[in-house]
């Protein structure tokens, strides 16, 4: 099992607001980044830091934290948007990667 | 722009060495900005992280799979290399290469290679 949990799948209506969680204890201490990833292609990273958009990744994406848990913001969710998303970041002990279990967006 | 590209055998026996390459092209990997990585995704599961190399030659692993993993670097062919020793059926998975940067405490992986599927079966 992960040290990251997710929710495995989130709906959204085309154009609405989604936010997918990510929860883990060292989410208390560090940032988590976020992937996307579509069938048969590579992972994505579409935001890292604290809230940061690679060059290409569109500003309806967004990121924020609290406490344990760090959430993936899509604001007028795009059909192109239909993906698995995985969170990012260290383990509890600080010393190692780990990824969420990832969560499938279906849009609506 | 830099590049990250996986080569390697697809099919691997049980019990056998999995041994997988990837290539840096339109940059070097010996930049002091950057660790190197390995991640697997198994058929239809999530990602797992395997480890990751800086150019010096100093390693992570994940706890999970050290005991099997060595990962390395060439910095006079622009590669590192990952190997997974006693393969079962369960190391099945597509396996990607990607950058992260190594200056920072919020870890993320910002380049990655398109990945290769990795078969285990005799």
């Known amino acids: 099992s992960s040290e990251l949990t997710q929710d495995p799948a989130v709906s959204v209506a085309l154009g609405q607001t989604v936010r997918i969680t990510c929860q883990g204890d060292?989410?208390?201490?560090?940032?988590a980044s976020w992937y996307q990833q579509k069938p048969g292609q590579a992972p994505v990273l579409v935001i890292y830091?604290?809230?940061n958009r690679p060059s290409g990744i569109p500003d309806r994406f967004s990121g924020s934290s609290s406490g344990n848990t760090a959430s993936l913001t899509i604001t007028g969710a795009q059909a192109e948007d239909e993906a698995d998303y995985y969170c990012n970041s260290r383990d509890s002990s600080g010393n190692y990667q780990v990824f969420g279990g990832g969560t499938k967006l279906t849009v609506l | 722009q830099l590049q990250l590209q996986e080569s390697g055998p697809g099919l691997v026996k049980p019990s056998e060495t999995l041994s997988l390459t990837c290539t840096v092209s339109?940059?070097?990997?010996?930049?002091?900005?950057?660790?190197w990585g390995w991640i697997r995704q198994p058929p239809g599961k999530g990602l797992e992280w395997i480890g990751s190399i800086y150019y010096s030659g100093s390693t992570y692993y994940n706890p999970s799979l050290k005991s099997r993993v060595t990962i390395s670097v060439d910095t006079s062919k622009n590669q590192f290399s990952l190997k997974l020793s006693s393969v079962t059926a369960a190391d099945t998975a597509v396996y990607y290469c990607?950058?992260?940067?190594?200056?920072?405490?919020?870890?993320?992986?910002?380049?990655w290679g398109r990945g290769t599927l990795v078969t285990v079966s005799s």
């Open positions: 060292s989410l208390r201490s560090y940032y």
């Open positions: 339109g940059g070097s990997i010996s930049s002091s900005s950057y660790y």
């Open positions: 990607a950058r992260h940067p190594a200056a920072t405490m919020n870890w993320y992986f910002d380049l």
């Open positions: 830091g604290k809230n």
